[in-house]
């Protein structure tokens, strides 16, 4: 019995891999991977209570909160893996010749990744983005709900799950919707026809962006007389909303069915493009008996 506990004591404390002077055995490698779990499920639990208790209470913004919650738990895992490597006996100085074959293999084979990671960092210290922010970036549009070291998830109106790169919000322009708050202004285009009274019109479009209950209130609607067209004057009804920035096309369509219905019950001239046709008099035709006439018999 005693002989076995010594070949297991054996068998742990063996080295498994050997370059130079640095050494690690099985025991080691146990020990690391055992912490290493606790460590980061003791970070993560450390965000949930930041975000859920502390940050709450006093943070008005989620996506704030759980940025600031990620950074403190990056922290605690980098230090926690100090901390863990120098409990396992690894002398960190060794890993020198370690650290310059990583930073070899990086720079060939992980590079997109690494890119990526510290795109990730930059997005949770500088935060241009983040979680419950409307996006725009390249040809993709909508709410981030999830910000990871090394990629974004944005959930467009769809319902469709899109996965950026964070290198991406880095290296690209990035319209954000709701970056200082969710107040966002939409123009929408109004043309009547030219017998309308303008104000009479401004007064009706105020009227009915002022009963529709998406629309705030302040800062205030406004009507623009915008321009003299073809064959119709034309307005931008500017309008404020918060709880439609994700579609605006819906807001959009409720205001044309109230202004449709309200044009067509004070009969208001919705125009349409009108071309006038004009054709220039002094063609003379031709006599037919000069037509079929031969040259010869001139």
Known sequence: MKDFFFSIKDWLYKPIVSFGDFKVD??????LIFFVVLLFLF????KMILIRKVLSRYVKEPGTAKATAS????????????????????????????GGALGVGIGFGLQNVTNNFISGVIILFERPIKEGDYIEVGDI???VVKISPRSTTVLTNDNISVI?????????TVINWSHTDRNVRFNFPVGVSYNEDPKKIRKILLEIVHNNPHVLKSPPPDLIFDDFGDSSLDFLLRVWTNDHITKPIVLKSMLYYDIFE???KHNIEI???QRDLHLRSGFEATPKNEENQSPEGK
């Open 26 to 31: 099985l025991s080691q490698i146990l020990f």
């Open 43 to 46: 970070s993560r639990l450390i």
């Open 71 to 98: 950074i403190v738990q990056y922290f605690i895992i980098v230090i926690g893996l100090f901390i863990i490597i120098q409990t396992a006996g690894i002398n960190l100085s060794t890993l020198t010749l370690l």
């Open 141 to 143: 549009r909508g709410n």
């Open 164 to 172: 950026v790169p964070n290198s991406d919000f880095i290296s690209s």
């Open 262 to 264: 309200a044009f067509r």
């Open 271 to 273: 125009p349409f493009p």
